[in-house]
């Protein structure tokens, strides 16, 4: 089945404390971004990948690191968290950005909480 | 820097009416996205639009694009409750950067 995972679903964490965020598509897509959601904003995106070792800076980047080793798998991290990240976080894969036509999958969601 | 204005933020409807939600963007763009989410969801890709003009449809819904008005439009036909999200506009901006609007909240009332 064609799939987005991201975990943990639900973390509750501690000022400072860093943190990973896993992603994994089974779609050999090209195309990986992360968002966060918060009430009345939207969805922000964060960083977003073209292909292996191929990322760059969406909207809100300050705070989160990503990398793209493999094309399956888009990390997201927090090297030292604070309350302001306190969000749902949303991971998405496509076939490729250029090829506009094609629909995005999302996973379903990581809620954080920083404490 | 683009700016994606969604509206209403909210509706209300009741079954069997037709409604039109409204997405609006600053910046040149040739690619809008619509996507759907139920509450604690994840979210669902409706539409993709390319080009001036492009009109999709898929059941109760209809998408259209306007580039040179930066507007794209949702309309729902006979609304059914199914059709209760929320519903995201999203705009590929300069620098291949995704943009979002803040979501239509839709409710369809019995």
């Known amino acids: 089945e064609a799939q987005v995972t991201q975990n943990p679903r639900y973390l509750i964490t501690v000022t400072g404390k860093k943190l990973t965020v896993t992603c994994s598509q089974n779609?050999?897509?090209?195309?990986m971004s992360w968002y966060r959601q918060d009430p009345g904003l939207g969805l922000r995106q964060i960083y977003y990948?073209?292909?292996?070792?191929?990322?760059d800076k969406g909207d809100v980047p300050e705070g989160y690191k990503v990398s793209r080793k493999e094309k399956r798998n888009f990390p997201l991290i927090l090297e030292s968290p604070s309350p302001n990240q306190t969000s749902l976080y949303f991971c998405?894969?496509?076939?490729?950005?250029?090829?506009?036509?094609?629909?995005?999958?999302f996973g379903q969601g990581t809620r954080l909480t920083v404490v | 820097e683009l700016k994606v204005e969604q509206n209403p933020l909210f509706l209300s409807m009741q079954e069997g009416k037709n409604y039109t939600i409204y997405c609006n963007y600053s910046?040149?763009?040739?690619?809008l996205y619509w996507y759907r989410q139920d509450p604690g969801k994840s979210l669902e890709s409706l539409f993709v639009?390319?080009?001036?003009?492009a009109v999709k449809q898929e059941g109760r819904l209809m998408a259209s694009l306007d580039t040179k008005a930066r507007l794209s439009t949702l309309h729902i036909t006979a609304a059914v409750h199914d059709l209760s999200a929320t519903y995201f506009c999203?705009?590929?901006?300069?620098?291949?950067?995704?943009?979002f609007g803040a979501g239509t909240i839709l409710r369809v009332k019995s």
């Open positions: 990948s073209m292909n292996v070792e191929v990322t």
């Open positions: 910046t040149t763009s040739d690619r």
């Open positions: 639009l390319l080009s001036n003009g």
């Open positions: 999203a705009v590929v901006g300069y620098g291949n950067k995704l943009v």
């Open positions: 998405a894969s496509s076939l490729s950005f250029w090829d506009g036509g094609v629909r995005a999958f």
């Open positions: 779609m050999n897509h090209e195309y």
